[in-house]
């Protein structure tokens, strides 16, 4: 089943492609002084400027504004740490995601504050679990709307490099949990980060492989009751700051190939579903093309799903986050915008009905 690397790879490893915004915003940390891509820039302009309107101004205010970038912190619920909660209060931070979601499980906790900066990353050290994970508070929207229940079989179909699949054990205990992720790297990538928030005894209920997510809906048709899909896209955030103005171009040209392996990915995750059973996809990047027109595209083309309304956890949230208006009931895009620079992420919820 290995094969050749797919496009989903290619085009990650060999142009840099990014889906997770906590990697995105690591690396610029370091990397302020960077300048904007003229190229990139250019092309967002013209394309965002059509699709968002008014608001790609301030989104584009804050993308290219690294030193405004703001970062959440999702606590460990297996790795306590006594006086951590008072320490980030001190500091400004407050909880995120209140009790406007009845679902939300106690157990699940996460601190963001309106200011910018970074608070202190934690070192893996094997054998020793981590008490908080740094992430763009956005990219947890995916894992809330799943609203994973225990004893639930559980797909991440891209899940390097690991933190929706420790938030999603944050909420819940699957019964069973597969976390897939082909490249050689990125998979070790993931396994370390599971290695780093998950005790041992739950870490034996999970199934990490490395296989193409175009074929698990055909290796295993009909076996979970969630899968969520970030898939491989474009990422607006660490494209402005491309260093290399001709591989930017040529990320540029290949963007258009994301959406059919976007495509592709999620009819297997259909596949893979049981009926009954829902599906989550999402990305960081603000591109229509990569977002809603790829959803648009299964349910035209999917008779056996259907979209799962999630405005109400968009109004549970709204304090959070900046929703782009005008979406469809099943789906959101966060728009990054000062004082609340999370995103970009979009979200979709659909859910199979029937096994035909």
């Not at 006086?83 to 209140?98: D, I, K, T, W």
Request: aromatic share 8%; proline share 7%.
């Amino acid at each position: 089943m290995r094969g050749p690397l797919p496009l989903a790879r290619r085009a990650g490893a060999a142009l840099g492609l990014g889906r997770d915004p906590g990697q995105v915003e690591k690396k610029a940390e370091g990397k302020v002084q960077k300048q904007i891509c003229r190229v990139v820039l250019d092309h967002f302009e013209k394309q965002y400027t059509a699709e968002l309107g008014d608001a790609w101004s301030r989104v584009r205010d804050v993308l290219t504004s690294p030193w405004c970038w703001q970062h959440a912190l999702l606590l460990n619920r297996f790795s306590p740490s006594p006086g951590l909660e008072s320490s980030l209060a001190e500091q400004g931070y407050h909880p995120a995601f209140p009790a406007a979601l009845p679902y939300l499980p106690a157990a699940f906790r996460c601190y963001s504050r309106t200011a910018p900066g970074r608070f202190p990353a934690q070192k893996h050290q094997p054998g020793r679990l981590k008490g908080y994970y740094l992430l763009n508070a956005a990219s947890l929207l995916p894992v809330l709307a799943l609203e994973v229940q225990d004893g639930e079989h559980v797909l991440d179909l891209c899940a390097a490099p690991g933190g929706k699949s420790v938030a999603i054990l944050q909420c819940a205990c699957p019964g069973h949990f597969h976390c897939n992720e082909y490249d050689d790297l990125r998979s070790r990538w993931l396994e370390q980060t599971i290695e780093s928030f998950i005790p041992d005894p739950l870490i034996n209920l999970i199934t990490v492989s490395k296989l193409d997510g175009r074929q698990i809906g055909d290796l295993q048709p009909e076996f979970y009751d969630k899968v969520l899909v970030d898939a491989p896209c474009s990422n607006d955030r660490s494209w402005l700051f491309s260093a290399d103005p001709q591989q930017a171009a040529l990320r540029l040209m290949q963007r258009k190939e994301l959406s059919s392996l976007q495509f592709q990915l999620l009819r297997s995750a259909v596949k893979a579903l049981r009926r009954g059973g829902s599906l989550v996809y999402s990305t960081c990047t603000l591109s229509r093309a990569e977002n809603s027109d790829v959803i648009n595209l299964l349910l035209s083309s999917c008779s056996n799903v259907m979209p799962v309304d999630i405005s109400g956890m968009a109004r549970g949230v709204s304090q959070e986050f900046t929703f782009l208006s005008g979406t469809q009931q099943h789906e959101l895009l966060v728009l990054p915008e000062k004082g609340r620079a999370w995103g970009p992420m979009y979200v979709a919820k659909l859910k199979k009905v029937s096994s035909t």
